[in-house]
């Protein structure tokens, strides 16, 4: 496909035939798929289409299909300013939710939030507001919105713990904890199993 999206006229046809082109979940696009978008759809001088993209960068980490920090940061290097947009309000969670990441996640607690090696910096946190408006459910629990959880290894898990490859810690400490704590909300708060994701 690479030597296809070097041919000009291949290029020219792509451009006359799309007015747009959107790129949603941009954070899970790797190198070699940008460098194709680049040449595809960005290219001085010429008329391209508009290039919409959409990710969040704090989803980076979790490395999908070698996609990483550092392809969404040379986009959007491509991308003027002025063209830059936030969504700056979380209309999912409630406000102690929000309230609490904002707090764990400020420089006195997390000076470098997203470390970044090869630029020699870190990719900053920026806070979230809450919508004021939406109603949320009170939890009949003193644990409320933030909850963390911390495992009690034992003793005899700590040789499979360092030396696994798989996901030991999760299916032996964190799955539990979940399903039990779903069971709790659903039983004591009421909380209906298509409500919690």
């Not at 041919?7 to 046809?13: K, V, Y």
């Not at 900053?124 to 809450?130: K, T």
């Amino acid at each position: 496909m690479s030597l296809v999206a070097e041919n000009p006229s291949f290029q020219e046809t792509l451009r006359e035939r799309f007015k747009s082109v959107i790129i949603d979940e941009f954070q899970d696009t790797d190198p070699r798929q940008w460098d194709l978008f680049k040449k595809l759809f960005i290219s001085p001088g010429q008329k391209c289409p508009n290039l919409i993209l959409v990710g969040d960068p704090k989803q980076s980490i979790y490395l999908f299909r070698s996609a990483d920090i550092y392809t969404y940061l040379d986009a959007i290097g491509h991308i003027e300013k002025e063209n830059h947009y936030s969504l700056s309000c979380n209309y999912r969670s409630n406000k102690e939710l929000v309230a609490a990441l904002n707090r764990i996640f400020t420089p006195a607690y997390v000076p470098d939030f997203f470390s970044l090696p090869r630029k020699e910096s870190s990719f900053p946190y920026e806070s979230n507001q809450a919508d004021e408006i939406r109603e949320i459910k009170s939890y009949q629990d003193e644990l409320k919105a933030f909850h963390v959880c911390l495992a009690e290894v034992k003793k005899e898990d700590l040789p499979s713990l360092r030396h696994s490859k798989d996901n030991f810690f999760e299916e032996k400490y964190f799955f539990p904890f979940l399903a039990i704590e779903i069971i709790r909300l659903h039983t004591q708060s009421l909380v209906p199993f298509k409500d919690m994701a």
